[in-house]
């Protein structure tokens, strides 16, 4: 398992930390990324727009992550997962480093996918 | 600009207007765009460089799933997502739905998302020269025109692309240079190459397939030699034409470039375009 320093290196290690979790310590996907939503949604309000770039990826990741199967996982859900999960990712240190959300949140989006992905 | 981007709302103070056109780089994978207004169409903008689009939308007909026990199950999410690519405009009814919310995600309005559907890998690096390489980036543009009313006809047409690079900025400490090139979809290229350097150079055309897993090599982006041509004399040229049905279909093209102290000129062209040789 491995811990992500910055959301840079969180957006490239998603697939690999996804693989392990679905094959290696048998966790659900569907349950990971339920739990990644629920974490990150608060961060990110709607209510402020600069928050949507980022926030918005809860919204088709949340349809797949009701859809998707939580035992025989799709090969085509699963790459959806990553892409949504790394493009957040990517999308959140953008906005960071232009100072449209703030420090404190690129951390806790951070921390937020440590704990569902990086542990 | 990329973020923050213009309100499509904005498009509609123009009574003759009839379309909302979001043209932007893309600065990241994961760049998302959104739209608060509903749409009869959406067509790729003709000075895209991405060549699929995802369009996510408030779908109230997205009613069921199957579950792990392949029963039907009630679903909330009302959320639909399609493709519009280069070879189809996408030509139907897209709700934007700001009097409710995506019933799965309660505070997030029924918005229109558009996003990049290729693979963007902006820190791209050689899988030999890495980080000790001269990287020139052309920033990926992302163009998407969304029509309020029906259309008579659509098509998606992206125009062809050309560059001319008359002067490069070469590494004077002696390390290659390479010029990226976005090339989602592209079916053909032709690229000339001109040495006044005052001595022989190398040159290279790579195809690359990014990966979202940011590592140069085998378990990264796929690169793969197109072309080359091994110390090109002073005042020689070169070309190369792509060919995608036979060099295959990459997310971008990238020029390698050996080093040269001064600051002579070693011009550059290149046209990318959506017509199969």
Redesign the interface.
């Known amino acids: 398992m491995t811990m992500a320093a910055n959301l840079t290196s969180a957006a490239a290690l998603t697939y690999d930390q996804m693989r392990i979790k679905a094959l290696i310590t048998g966790s659900s996907i569907k349950t990971q990324l339920t739990s990644f939503i629920a974490a990150v949604n608060p961060i990110v309000p709607d209510s402020i727009p600069n928050n949507r770039p980022v926030g918005n990826w809860l919204i088709p990741m949340a349809a797949l992550a009701q859809t998707m199967r939580g035992l025989d996982m799709s090969l085509s859900d699963f790459n959806l997962a990553v892409d949504y999960v790394s493009k957040l990712c990517s999308v959140a240190n953008v906005q960071r480093n232009a100072g449209l959300i703030t420090v404190a949140q690129g951390t806790a989006l951070l921390a937020a996918w440590n704990t569902a992905f990086g542990t | 600009m990329?973020?923050?981007q213009p309100p499509s709302q904005d498009a509609l103070l123009n009574p003759l207007s009839n379309e909302f056109r979001l043209r932007t780089q893309l600065?990241?994978?994961?760049?998302?765009?959104?739209s608060e207004v509903s749409a009869a169409a959406f067509v790729i903008g003709p000075d895209s460089d991405v060549s699929s689009i995802q369009v996510?939308y408030y779908d109230p007909l997205?009613r069921y799933?199957?579950?792990?026990a392949g029963l039907p199950v009630a679903?909330?999410?009302r959320?639909s997502?399609q493709i519009v690519s280069v070879e189809r405009a996408l030509v139907g009814s897209f709700a934007a739905r700001m009097d409710t919310d995506?019933p799965?995600?309660p505070?997030?309005?029924g918005?229109i998302?558009l996003?990049n559907a290729n693979t963007y890998l902006p820190?791209w690096l050689d899988a030999v020269d890495g980080e000790a390489a001269r990287y020139l980036r052309i920033p990926p543009v992302f163009d998407v025109i969304q029509y309020f009313q029906q259309r008579p006809s659509l098509t998606s047409q992206r125009a062809d692309k050309t560059y001319d690079f008359q002067y490069t900025l070469t590494d004077p400490a002696g390390t290659p240079t390479f010029i990226v090139i976005p090339a989602w979809g592209r079916k053909s290229g032709f690229f000339t190459f001109l040495n006044r350097t005052g001595s022989a150079q190398d040159v290279r055309v790579d195809g690359v397939t990014y990966s979202?897993?940011?590592?140069p090599g085998v378990v990264g982006s796929r690169q793969e030699v197109l072309f080359t041509a091994a110390a090109l004399a002073n005042n020689a040229t070169t070309s190369y034409q792509y060919d995608q049905s036979a060099d295959g279909a990459f997310d971008a093209i990238v020029i390698r470039i050996s080093a040269w102290d001064l600051n002579e000129a070693f011009p550059i062209s290149v046209l990318l375009s959506d017509d199969p040789l």
């Open positions: 990329t973020f923050p600065l990241s994978n994961g760049d998302l765009f959104e996510s997205a799933y199957t579950n792990d679903e909330t999410s959320m997502s995506y799965q995600m505070g997030r309005k918005r998302l996003s820190g979202t897993s940011n590592s």
